[in-house]
C-alpha cells in the first residue's frame, strides 16, 4: 500500500516532518510511505503560467498514484499555515486529485492545544466540494509539546501519543482497504452483469474477439496509448512490464492535466500538427531504462482522413538493433542465403523471425513501401531537436537518463 505524505510547512526544520519521518519508519511493515515537501511550490494563484507549475504538477501525480494521503499540519495562530493552503488550493483547482482520496489528518505544534484548531480547519478543508476527499473520521492524532514529545534522534517518545497514532494510522490503512475492496466488489458486480466478452469484432480482414483483442495488446512486444480527438487521455494498452507505466487514474485527463506544464506546448504542437494535417508521423529516437527505444506519434484518422487522435507507439529495439548488428539480415553474396545463425545463439529464435511472419522476400518489398510511406508524409520529424526537446522538456534524444522532469507525449508520464 502507498501512502504520501505531506508536511504541512515549508520550514526547514518542523517537528510534523520528524513525526512523518518516524511514521514511515514505524509503519514500514504496514504501508510504504512517502514523504513529499510544499517549499518548493509556488504560492498559488490562478494566474501562475503553466511553465511554472512544474513542481505543482509533479505533487499531483504522486496524489494520483497514491492509495491514501497524510496531512500533516502544524498550527499557525489557530490555523494551517499558508504555505499548506496554498498546497490544498493547487490540489484541487481544475483538478481531481483529491476527489475521493482517503485521507488522515495529524498534527504537532508547541501548544498545549496540540494543533487541534488547525486540524478541525484542515477537516473542513478537505471535505469542500472541490477538495471532495474521503477523510478518516475520529482518529485524532494531536500532539502537542512538541520538543518534548520526541527524542533528539526523532523517535516518538510520549507513550500516550505513540500507543494512538498506532491505532490511528491502523483504521487507517483499513479505511483505504475498505474502499478498495469496494472498488473490486464493484468490478465483481459488474461481471455477474452480462458482459459482451463473447462478443467478436468483424474486421475486413477476420474477426476477433474482445479477449483476443485485449490479449494481443498484452502480447505484442511494444505499447501503445491513445489521446482521443478531443485531447483526452483515453486509453492505454495493458502490458507487463511497460517502458512508459501508466496510471488508469490519468485515463480521462486533458493533454493539459497528465503531462508537465513545460512538456505541454510541444506535445500540443504535434496533436495541433496531425488534427491539422500538417504531419502524420513523429518519431523520436530515445534511450529508456537502459535500452534503445523508439517512440512514434502517429494522426489517427478515419477512412475520410478525419482526425480521430494521436496514438503514441512505445517499443524497445534493443533486440531488432542487436540481431542488425550481428549480422541477421547481411546475405551471402552468391546463394542469397541468410546469415542469421550469426545473428543468434538461438537459431528458433532467428527462424522465429521469418516464421511469425511467414514473409517471404517480397515482404522486404513491402517494408520498403512502408518505409516511403512515411518518408512521404509532411516532414516527419526524425530525432529532431525541437520535437526532442518539445516533447519532454528535456535535452538531446538518445540521452540515458530520464529525469524527473522527462515525459511522454501522451500522458507526460515520467519514463523513471
Ligand atoms: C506564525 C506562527 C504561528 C503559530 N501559532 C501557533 C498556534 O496558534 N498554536 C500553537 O500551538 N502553536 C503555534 N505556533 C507554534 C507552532 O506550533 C510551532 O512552531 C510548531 O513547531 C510548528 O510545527 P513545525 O515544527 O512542524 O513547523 C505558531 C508558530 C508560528 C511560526
Known amino acids: 500500500m502507498k501512502i504520501l505524505a505531506l508536511v504541512g510547512t515549508n520550514a526547514d526544520f518542523s517537528y510534523n516532518r520528524i513525526l512523518l519521518r518516524y511514521m514511515k519508519k514505524h509503519f514500514r511493515q504496514m504501508a510504504d510511505i512517502e514523504i513529499a515537501e510544499i517549499s518548493q511550490l509556488p504560492p498559488f494563484s490562478v494566474d501562475t503560467p503553466l511553465s511554472e507549475q512544474t513542481e505543482v504538477w509533479k505533487l499531483k501525480q504522486k496524489v494520483k498514484a497514491a492509495d491514501g494521503v497524510i496531512f500533516s499540519t502544524p498550527e499557525y495562530d489557530h490555523g494551517i499555515p499558508a504555505a499548506l493552503k496554498s498546497t490544498v488550493e493547487w490540489l484541487s483547482y481544475k483538478t481531481d486529485v483529491l476527489k475521493h482520496k482517503p485521507v488522515m489528518v495529524v498534527g504537532v505544534s508547541y501548544g498545549r492545544q496540540a494543533s487541534a484548531r488547525s486540524q478541525v480547519q484542515m477537516r473542513q478543508i478537505l471535505v469542500s466540494p472541490d477538495c471532495d476527499a474521503n477523510l478518516l473520521p475520529g482518529n485524532e492524532v494531536l500532539i502537542g509539546n512538541a520538543s518534548h514529545s520526541f527524542s533528539k534522534d526523532g523517535r516518538l517518545i510520549n507513550a500516550e501519543a505513540r500507543d494512538n497514532l498506532e491505532d490511528c494510522f491502523t483504521h487507517f490503512v483499513e ?101 491539422e494535417g500538417k504531419k502524420d508521423v513523429v518519431t523520436r529516437p530515445l534511450w529508456m531504462n537502459g535500452h534503445r527505444s523508439l517512440i512514434q506519434y502517429y494522426a489517427l484518422r478515419d477512412v475520410n482522413g478525419h482526425y480521430l487522435g494521436t496514438i503514441e507507439f ?37 527462424d522465429s523471425v521469418d516464421a511469425s511472419t511467414g514473409a517471404s522476400e517480397s515482404s522486404d518489398d513491402d517494408n520498403t513501401d512502408n518505409a516511403s510511406e512515411v518518408v512521404a508524409t509532411p516532414a516527419p520529424a526524425v530525432n529532431d531537436d525541437t520535437d526532442a526537446d518539445a516533447t519532454t522538456g528535456a535535452s538531446d534524444a538518445g540521452s540515458v537518463d530520464a529525469n524527473d522532469d522527462e515525459a511522454d507525449a501522451t500522458t507526460g508520464a515520467s519514463e523513471n
Not at 478498495?180 to 474477426?207: C, H, W
Not at 529495439?317 to 542469397?336: H, K, M, P, R
Open 175 to 275: 479505511y483505504i482497504q475498505i474502499f478498495e475492496n469496494a472498488n473490486k466488489e464493484g468490478l465483481d458486480m459488474s461481471v455477474k452483469q452480462p458482459t459482451i466478452s463473447e462478443a467478436y469484432i468483424n474486421f475486413p480482414t477476420g474477426r476477433l474477439t474482445l479477449k483476443e483483442v485485449q490479449q494481443i495488446f498484452s502480447t505484442i512486444p511494444f505499447e501503445i496509448d491513445l489521446i482521443d480527438s478531443t485531447d483526452h487521455f483515453a486509453w492505454f494498452s495493458d502490458k507487463p512490464n511497460r517502458e512508459h507505466v501508466r496510471n488508469v487514474a490519468s485515463l480521462g485527463e486533458t493533454v493539459q492535466e497528465c503531462h508537465p506544464p513545460l512538456a505541454v506546448p510541444a506535445v500540443m504542437g504535434i496533436i495541433n500538427s496531425f488534427r
Open 314 to 350: 512505445t517499443g524497445s529495439v534493443e533486440y531488432i538493433l542487436n540481431l542488425f548488428e550481428n549480422g541477421a539480415w547481411s546475405t551471402d553474396g552468391n546463394t542469397g542465403a541468410s546469415k542469421h545463425e550469426d545473428a543468434s545463439d538461438n537459431s528458433e529464435e532467428a
